[in-house]
């Protein structure tokens, strides 16, 4: 194993959980920070995917195929957390061939990684708490019985394997299970406010990046790494309200702008000083490897801010179903997003009678091309 401290015995392998087998109903859950490969420079974009596939293949391993289902982008950020403050921590491996990756081998994140198991845990807890949620709300297939009894099944394995995995790595999920029953007490309660019904899910971010600090041996990272939970937890919650905003008033769920009369301008800026209190936090820790976590918390999340409330300003087609409320008002988006699945012309200078070499670039990528020529670039994000 590469990383392996010589002063450390052997890491093992996490055995399998006993009782995994395949769920009656899984789900996908991406996150809010989706890199592009033309937006990570260099080697980032390789260590990001060894941290993305580590995190997959834990999950395998732990609980089986089908937990892989729930790898999720903005939990793997703990893992992420843990090798910038202590790389020899961040045991890794080379997988063998994965149809995602074009059935070709990779440098991945081990099981064995501290960083990779509380990835494991804190999406697993997730995905538990999402399906209850489905099934709560009566979603779709989830209005019926059967259908939300084998469900049910699934999250409450999902949970109590994500309690023993944290169990073996010192975190208590409990501040994550907690957080998902306090959440959703809230959301059947009257007259909340925007900052109590994003505090549990802040508090639970909180405590998973404040952990990574346990595992890494640095506690001096503690409270820094406490407030950018935080910070990105608020960010989180808001950007997944906005996008689900129509379908939730489709549906006559429950959204939390809606339910608290919270202006897009309002969600606009409560998302803009989370922002800020996030990048003052990031640049208060005391990394040996900071470039990836700073690419993914300062320069990702914003495009992710940007990304999302640029849909809005499209009006009812952009997917915000018309949503206006009194004292509202447009505000300006201020980064396009790369759109994956959209490929352009390879970009190999400018155009004639164009002075961007980036011209034909897809939307979000030319602000990556600083300083270089773009022979490399493909633009198929």
Same mark, same amino acid.
């Given at each position: 194993?590469?990383?392996?401290?010589?002063?450390?015995p052997?890491?093992?392998?996490?055995?399998?959980?006993?009782?995994?087998?395949?769920p009656?109903?899984?789900?996908?859950?991406?996150g809010i920070?989706?890199p592009?490969?033309h937006?990570?420079?260099?080697?980032?974009?390789?260590?990001?995917?060894?941290h993305l596939c580590?995190l997959?293949l834990?999950?395998?391993d732990?609980h089986g195929?089908f937990?892989?289902?729930v790898?999720n982008?903005?939990?793997?950020l703990?893992?992420?957390l843990?090798?910038?403050?202590?790389?020899?921590?961040?045991v890794h491996?080379t997988?063998?061939?994965?149809?995602l990756?074009g059935?070709?081998?990779?440098?991945?994140?081990?099981?064995a990684?501290?960083?990779?198991?509380?990835?494991a845990?804190?999406s697993?807890v997730l995905?538990?708490?999402?399906?209850?949620?489905h099934?709560?709300?009566r979603?779709?297939?989830?209005?019926?019985r059967?259908?939300?009894?084998?469900a049910? &099944?699934t %999250?409450? /394995?999902?949970?109590?394997?994500?309690?023993?995995?944290? *169990? =073996?790595?010192?975190?208590? @999920?409990?501040a994550l299970?907690?957080?998902?029953?306090r959440q959703?007490?809230i959301?059947?309660?009257?007259?909340?406010?925007?900052?109590?019904?994003t505090?549990p899910?802040?508090?639970?971010?909180?405590a998973?990046f404040?952990?990574?600090?346990?595992?890494a041996?640095?506690?001096?990272?503690?409270?820094p790494?406490a407030?950018?939970?935080?910070?990105f937890?608020?960010?989180?919650h808001l950007l997944?309200a906005v996008e689900? &905003?129509? %379908?939730d /008033?489709a549906?006559?769920?429950?959204?939390?702008l809606? *339910? =608290?009369g919270?202006t897009? @301008?309002?969600?606009?800026?409560?998302?803009?000083?989370a922002?800020?209190e996030?990048?003052?936090?990031?640049?208060?820790?005391?990394?040996?490897r900071?470039?990836?976590t700073e690419s993914?918390?300062?320069?990702?999340?914003g495009?992710?801010?940007?990304?999302?409330?640029a849909?809005?300003?499209?009006?009812?087609?952009?997917g915000l179903?018309?949503?206006r409320?009194?004292?509202?008002?447009?505000?300006?988006p201020?980064?396009g997003?790369c759109?994956?699945?959209?490929r352009?012309r390879?970009?190999?200078?400018?155009?004639p009678?164009?002075?961007?070499?980036c011209?034909?670039?897809?939307?979000?990528?030319?602000d990556a091309c600083d300083?270089?020529?773009?022979s490399?670039c493909?633009?198929?994000?």
């Amino acid at each position: 194993m590469r990383n392996q401290r010589p002063d450390q015995p052997m890491l093992r392998k996490p055995q399998r959980l006993p009782g995994t087998r395949r769920p009656a109903i899984f789900t996908v859950m991406f996150g809010i920070v989706r890199p592009c490969r033309h937006r990570l420079r260099g080697p980032l974009y390789g260590e990001w995917m060894a941290h993305l596939c580590g995190l997959c293949l834990t999950l395998r391993d732990l609980h089986g195929q089908f937990a892989r289902l729930v790898t999720n982008y903005d939990g793997l950020l703990v893992s992420v957390l843990t090798e910038a403050q202590d790389p020899a921590a961040a045991v890794h491996r080379t997988a063998g061939p994965c149809p995602l990756r074009g059935f070709r081998r990779a440098d991945v994140l081990d099981s064995a990684a501290s960083g990779a198991q509380l990835a494991a845990a804190v999406s697993l807890v997730l995905a538990a708490g999402k399906i209850r949620d489905h099934i709560e709300d009566r979603d779709g297939a989830f209005a019926r019985r059967m259908v939300a009894a084998g469900a049910g &099944l699934t %999250a409450e /394995r999902w949970r109590a394997a994500a309690e023993q995995v944290g *169990a =073996t790595i010192g975190f208590d @999920t409990s501040a994550l299970t907690d957080a998902v029953g306090r959440q959703a007490a809230i959301e059947r309660s009257s007259g909340a406010t925007l900052a109590e019904v994003t505090e549990p899910t802040e508090t639970a971010v909180s405590a998973a990046f404040a952990h990574t600090a346990v595992l890494a041996g640095q506690p001096g990272n503690a409270r820094p790494l406490a407030e950018a939970g935080r910070s990105f937890g608020r960010i989180a919650h808001l950007l997944d309200a906005v996008e689900d &905003l129509p %379908a939730d /008033r489709a549906a006559g769920s429950y959204n939390p702008l809606l *339910a =608290t009369g919270t202006t897009r @301008t309002k969600a606009r800026e409560t998302c803009g000083m989370a922002l800020t209190e996030l990048r003052t936090a990031v640049a208060d820790l005391d990394l040996r490897r900071p470039t990836l976590t700073e690419s993914l918390l300062v320069r990702e999340v914003g495009i992710a801010v940007d990304r999302v409330f640029a849909e809005i300003e499209g009006g009812p087609a952009a997917g915000l179903g018309g949503w206006r409320v009194p004292g509202d008002r447009p505000g300006m988006p201020l980064v396009g997003p790369c759109r994956p699945g959209r490929r352009r012309r390879r970009s190999r200078g400018p155009r004639p009678g164009n002075d961007s070499c980036c011209d034909g670039c897809c939307e979000g990528c030319c602000d990556a091309c600083d300083g270089c020529d773009c022979s490399g670039c493909d633009c198929s994000c």
